[in-house]
């Protein structure tokens, strides 16, 4: 049995369909006594910070520095021998990476010998390390899922492995414990394991899961998550909200984000998927952007390995063969490699550090094009020394982060042509300090209509197959010497292909012709530069590579 991602992720969405008309309501509603702001959550007369902890709604280091997770998902029980996952995680630029663990109800218990093996590597790749037991996951719905109670006395005999490791190792007692099947049931259960943990001496900070298969989409951990939080003694408790197809537009993200914020309550979203399915097709870039405006964590799912490998953010566990969902994750806008901070208990920044750098100078706008602009600006300074710059999109009394930057020039893509922009810089230091924000520049982009002809090369391959389907990827290089802004790829099957799915564009088909769009993050090439579009299609018994590929009307070399 290939167990990975696609098993839960087909049940959890199994009553979806017949209850999303609810969704709206959910995401909007106000639930007294729920999230309110509690006017104070001291800790217990002689509770003290131990590694790891939670301080008014944030997570901090036992330094008292702000910690926010960039990371990945990675599935050792199912593939202990990945053991070099660890290290190209964090070559990658992750922070941290939450790793699947078995308590031995459902799949085979990882050892207290393979536990600390696990720590000891991420510390070793100086990554935060998020451990959770998988076997709870969808119960009362999945038959074979295991009880929390049953997770924490896995916890609790690990005890010995996980003391001392407070800096480093947070505990998620279980993933998605509860399905859609009467998800109040979530909340008492989840307090009994949380009061089980502390009762046992845990100190660590703990994660827990939300129900509907971790996306909440009912509310019950919305509603609860005042009560819950009280019922920690030592109020070192993080929620983790699952995002997929459920979140589907930017409201329901930004509405469940903030509603915690808001209310002082700590979350994270620790999974979450960008490639459209059956169920539908969530909005990971708000996802990200919303996560880094509002400097709350985010673990993407997942690294490799996946039954549907959709999700799959390195084929074949290859750090050099990411798909475009992985380039999406690390390389993206609001990605791992622009907004990844490493934990300063590994020695980085400099916790005696308070003071935030200088205001960076007003941005001025350069090749400006149909959906992207080029910003430079002034230099800021600071005590100790910066270490990058968040670019802002500013209007409506709001901003969010539309770029980040280690120099003081960054491109801004992914806009929409003929539209007026206000854009505004910020500097941080190593520390987490960050600037008072720059003045302001006004862009409007040009009208558009994409670059009319390209000089290109394309590849294609398939990355796997199986019988009546196969997984592909193509990849578009720019070879010409000016940056390719909005595009258009066209070309033709031999032998009745289908495509099903599509990540990285979107897929027009008519007979054997199809015509690829680009993602938002996929639209501009830059000279020299290459993208990447993965699919999912239907296949016969031949399964021969299109022959020819056009990119805005250019017939393209063969990569």
Same mark, same amino acid.
């Given at each position: 049995m290939r167990r990975t991602r696609s098993t839960t992720r087909t049940t959890r969405k199994s009553h979806v369909s017949a209850l999303l008309a609810g969704l709206a309501a959910f995401l909007g509603l106000t639930v007294a006594g729920a999230l309110v702001p509690a006017t104070a959550h001291a800790e217990p007369s002689g509770a003290r910070a131990t590694g790891l902890h939670i301080d008014d709604g944030r997570l901090l280091e036992g330094n =008292?520095?702000?910690?926010?997770?960039? =990371?990945?998902?990675?599935?050792?029980?199912?593939?202990?021998?990945?053991?070099?996952?660890?290290?190209?995680?964090? &070559?990658?630029?992750?922070?941290?990476?939450?790793?699947?663990? !078995?308590? =031995?109800?459902?799949?085979?218990?990882?050892?207290?010998?393979?536990?600390? &093996?696990?720590i000891t590597q991420c510390k070793a790749n100086r990554l935060i390390c998020v451990l959770e037991v998988h076997d709870t996951t969808g119960y009362g719905e999945e038959a074979a899922a295991g009880t929390l109670d049953h997770a924490a006395d896995y916890w609790i005999s690990l005890k010995n492995v996980l003391a001392g490791q407070e800096n480093y190792v947070i505990v998620n007692i279980g993933n998605e414990p509860w399905g859609n099947t009467d998800p109040a049931g979530w909340t008492a259960p989840t307090t009994a394991a949380i009061k089980k943990l502390r009762t046992a001496g845990f100190e660590h900070t703990i994660m827990v899961d939300a129900p509907n298969w971790g996306q909440d989409w009912q509310g019950v951990m919305r509603a609860n998550a005042r009560s819950v939080y009280d019922a920690d003694p030592t109020g070192n408790l993080i929620f983790s909200i699952h995002m997929y197809s459920v979140y589907d537009t930017a409201q329901e993200i930004t509405d469940y984000l903030n509603a915690f914020v808001t209310a002082g309550l700590p979350i994270l979203i620790g999974e979450f998927g960008g490639p459209a399915d059956q169920y539908g097709d969530p909005d990971e870039d708000t996802m990200m952007a919303a996560a880094q405006q509002l400097r709350l964590g985010y673990l993407a799912w997942s690294w490799s390995g996946n039954t549907d490998p959709v999700l799959d953010l390195a084929i074949g566990f290859d750090p050099s063969r990411l798909s475009s969902w992985g380039q999406r994750i690390f390389n993206g806008a609001n990605g791992i490699v622009q907004t990844s901070k490493e934990a300063t208990v590994f020695g980085g920044g400099d916790p005696g550090d308070i003071q935030a750098p200088t205001a960076p100078g007003t941005p001025a706008a350069s090749a400006v094009g149909a959906t992207s602009v080029t910003l430079t600006w002034g230099a800021a300074t600071d005590n100790v020394g910066v270490t990058g710059y968040d670019v802002v999109r500013v209007g409506g009394g709001a901003e969010s982060t539309v @770029? @980040? !930057?280690?120099?003081?020039?960054?491109?801004?893509?992914?806009?929409?042509?003929?539209?007026?922009?206000?854009? @505004?810089?910020? @500097?941080?230091? &190593?520390? =987490?300090?960050? !600037?008072?924000? !720059?003045?302001?520049?006004?862009?409007t982009t040009d009208e558009g209509g994409g670059t009319p002809g390209a000089s290109c090369s394309v590849g294609y391959r398939v990355a796997n197959e199986w019988p009546g389907g196969f997984q592909g990827e193509i990849t578009i290089r720019n070879t010409g010497p000016a940056a390719i802004s909005g595009w258009k790829l066209v070309f033709a099957f031999a032998n009745g292909q289908t495509v099903s799915n599509m990540w990285g564009g979107t897929p027009t088909q008519s007979g054997a012709t199809v015509s690829v769009a680009p993602a938002s993050y996929t639209s501009d090439i830059p000279a020299g530069g290459s993208v990447s579009v993965g699919f999912t299609a239907a296949r016969g018994a031949a399964n021969t590579a299109p022959a020819a590929f056009a990119l805005n009307g250019t017939t393209c070399a063969a990569a």
């Amino acid at each position: 049995m290939r167990r990975t991602r696609s098993t839960t992720r087909t049940t959890r969405k199994s009553h979806v369909s017949a209850l999303l008309a609810g969704l709206a309501a959910f995401l909007g509603l106000t639930v007294a006594g729920a999230l309110v702001p509690a006017t104070a959550h001291a800790e217990p007369s002689g509770a003290r910070a131990t590694g790891l902890h939670i301080d008014d709604g944030r997570l901090l280091e036992g330094n =008292g520095n702000d910690f926010v997770m960039r =990371g990945v998902n990675h599935a050792h029980t199912w593939y202990p021998g990945e053991t070099q996952s660890l290290a190209d995680i964090k &070559a990658l630029g992750a922070n941290t990476v939450r790793v699947v663990l !078995s308590d =031995g109800h459902r799949w085979t218990r990882n050892s207290p010998e393979d536990v600390a &093996a696990v720590i000891t590597q991420c510390k070793a790749n100086r990554l935060i390390c998020v451990l959770e037991v998988h076997d709870t996951t969808g119960y009362g719905e999945e038959a074979a899922a295991g009880t929390l109670d049953h997770a924490a006395d896995y916890w609790i005999s690990l005890k010995n492995v996980l003391a001392g490791q407070e800096n480093y190792v947070i505990v998620n007692i279980g993933n998605e414990p509860w399905g859609n099947t009467d998800p109040a049931g979530w909340t008492a259960p989840t307090t009994a394991a949380i009061k089980k943990l502390r009762t046992a001496g845990f100190e660590h900070t703990i994660m827990v899961d939300a129900p509907n298969w971790g996306q909440d989409w009912q509310g019950v951990m919305r509603a609860n998550a005042r009560s819950v939080y009280d019922a920690d003694p030592t109020g070192n408790l993080i929620f983790s909200i699952h995002m997929y197809s459920v979140y589907d537009t930017a409201q329901e993200i930004t509405d469940y984000l903030n509603a915690f914020v808001t209310a002082g309550l700590p979350i994270l979203i620790g999974e979450f998927g960008g490639p459209a399915d059956q169920y539908g097709d969530p909005d990971e870039d708000t996802m990200m952007a919303a996560a880094q405006q509002l400097r709350l964590g985010y673990l993407a799912w997942s690294w490799s390995g996946n039954t549907d490998p959709v999700l799959d953010l390195a084929i074949g566990f290859d750090p050099s063969r990411l798909s475009s969902w992985g380039q999406r994750i690390f390389n993206g806008a609001n990605g791992i490699v622009q907004t990844s901070k490493e934990a300063t208990v590994f020695g980085g920044g400099d916790p005696g550090d308070i003071q935030a750098p200088t205001a960076p100078g007003t941005p001025a706008a350069s090749a400006v094009g149909a959906t992207s602009v080029t910003l430079t600006w002034g230099a800021a300074t600071d005590n100790v020394g910066v270490t990058g710059y968040d670019v802002v999109r500013v209007g409506g009394g709001a901003e969010s982060t539309v @770029a @980040a !930057s280690a120099t003081t020039t960054a491109t801004v893509t992914g806009l929409t042509a003929d539209t007026a922009y206000t854009f @505004a810089v910020y @500097a941080r230091d &190593a520390a =987490g300090n960050r !600037s008072a924000r !720059s003045t302001t520049v006004n862009v409007t982009t040009d009208e558009g209509g994409g670059t009319p002809g390209a000089s290109c090369s394309v590849g294609y391959r398939v990355a796997n197959e199986w019988p009546g389907g196969f997984q592909g990827e193509i990849t578009i290089r720019n070879t010409g010497p000016a940056a390719i802004s909005g595009w258009k790829l066209v070309f033709a099957f031999a032998n009745g292909q289908t495509v099903s799915n599509m990540w990285g564009g979107t897929p027009t088909q008519s007979g054997a012709t199809v015509s690829v769009a680009p993602a938002s993050y996929t639209s501009d090439i830059p000279a020299g530069g290459s993208v990447s579009v993965g699919f999912t299609a239907a296949r016969g018994a031949a399964n021969t590579a299109p022959a020819a590929f056009a990119l805005n009307g250019t017939t393209c070399a063969a990569a």
